[in-house]
């Protein structure tokens, strides 16, 4: 018997409401919000797409975007420490709001702790 990968584990509907919690989050957070656009439909669209293939799923993000470069997509906004946490908090907060948890939800989030280090490239200091 196969072990599904955890995109299979999670399913696309609740990946899919994840991210628009998410996003909604987001949208109100002070530290967040002045770096995103005002409208979030095509980040969240792309959102799906990344973290369908991040979770092991079909590569929807790569067939429309090529590679993912994302700490390279990510250098145009000054990511600090500050929003790393933020954007970590926002992310917590839509998994407890659409009941993900266990083992599942242990193993996402941490991957997603380690992305969102990895996407730092500013000091915390001022902003
Ligand atoms: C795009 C912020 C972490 C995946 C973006 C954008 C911002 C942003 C401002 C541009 C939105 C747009 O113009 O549509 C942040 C901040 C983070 C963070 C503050 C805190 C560490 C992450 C993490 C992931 C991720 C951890 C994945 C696990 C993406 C993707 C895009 C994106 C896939 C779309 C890239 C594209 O334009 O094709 N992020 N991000 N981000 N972010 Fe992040």
Sequence with gaps: ???????????????????????SRVAQHPDLAPIFPDDLTE?????????????GGPPLYTNEH???????????????????????????????????EGELREYFFHRLALTAQHMINTPDQGK
Excluded at 1 to 23: C, K, R, S, W
Excluded at 81 to 88: C, E, H, I, N
């Design 1 to 23: 018997e196969n072990t599904p990968v955890p995109f299979e584990a999670i399913g696309e509907a609740m990946l899919h409401q994840l991210i628009d919690l998410f996003y």
């Design 43 to 55: 980040t969240a669209r792309k959102q799906k797409q990344f973290l369908t293939q991040y979770l």
């Design 66 to 100: 090529g590679h993912p470069m994302l700490r390279a997509r990510h250098l145009p906004f000054e990511i600090t420490p500050k929003r790393a946490a933020a954007w970590l908090t926002c992310m917590r907060e839509a998994m407890d709001e659409c009941g993900l």
